[in-house]
Antibody
Framework: EVQLLESGGGLVQPGGSLRLSCVAS????????LSWVRQAPGKGLEWVSI????????YYADSVKGRFTISRDNSKNTLYLQMNSLRAEDTAVYYC?????????????WGQGTLVTVSS | EIVMTQSPATLSVSPGERATLSCRAS??????VAWYQQKPGQAPRLLIY???TRATGIAARFSGSGSGTEFTLTISSLQSEDFAAYYC??????????FGGGTKVEIK
């Protein structure tokens, strides 16, 4: 059974930093693309970033480019999202999502999410 | 960036009735569309990919159709567990992957 468990969310002041983690199990972590997808309170889904299996290729939404960094440690089955220069509009539940194979086009597996609140 | 527009925003349906949800792309995305279901407080669940292929374990009452710019998710006979929000997503021209704004299916 695929399991994705996010952690690291919390309350942070504007301009602050936070690192999210997502520990995976139940599949061969090193062969799948993974994304972060977020959902602001009461709003829809927004794709944030993707990293491919070997970790060398990454892409970002314009809204987070230059502020967020996605990475992975295949030896620890863990995905990360380093978030810097946080803004109020980054407040959301952040989901870790497992792509279908290594293309990351759509997402059969999701974690339960971790809430990030940016507020003074 | 491809914009996905879903309609209606809210759909009121009685249990046992058919529900038809629409999703329109701002430019052709071929058949590169997925649909997700999300219940309150839960993560999204993949229902459909490649516009019409049901994901593993998804009930046959869920079906997807369309290509190009117009897509439809149909729930043939609504069950109590189907009342939820539904999102379409394109993966034809990305990054970025883009989602529609969602349709909430509520009990009439």
């Amino acid at each position: 059974e695929v399991q994705l468990l996010e952690s690291g969310g919390g309350l942070v002041q504007p301009g602050g930093s936070l690192r999210l983690s997502c520990v995976a199990s139940g599949f061969t972590f090193s062969t799948y693309a993974l994304s972060w997808v977020r959902q602001a309170p009461g709003k829809g889904l927004e794709w944030v970033s993707i990293i491919y299996s070997a970790g060398h290729s990454t892409y970002y939404a314009d809204s987070v480019k230059g502020r967020f960094t996605i990475s992975r440690d295949n030896s620890k089955n863990t995905l990360y999202l380093q978030m810097n220069s946080l803004r109020a509009e980054d407040t959301a539940v952040y989901y870790c999502a497992k792509g279908e194979y290594d293309s990351g086009k759509y997402y059969p597996g999701w974690g339960q999410g971790t809430l990030v609140t940016v507020s003074s | 960036e491809i914009v996905m527009t879903q309609s209606p925003a809210t759909l009121s349906v009685s249990p046992g009735e058919r529900a038809t949800l629409s999703c329109r792309a701002s430019q052709s995305v071929s058949s590169n569309v997925a649909w997700y279901q999300q219940k309150p407080g839960q993560a999204p669940r993949l229902l459909i990919y490649d516009a019409s292929t049901r994901a593993t374990g998804i009930a046959a009452r869920f079906s997807g159709s369309g290509s190009g710019t117009e897509f439809t998710l149909t729930i043939s006979s609504l069950q109590s567990e189907d009342f939820a929000a539904y999102y379409c997503q394109q993966y034809s021209n990305w990054p970025p992957l883009t989602f529609g704004g969602g349709t909430k299916v509520e009990i009439k």
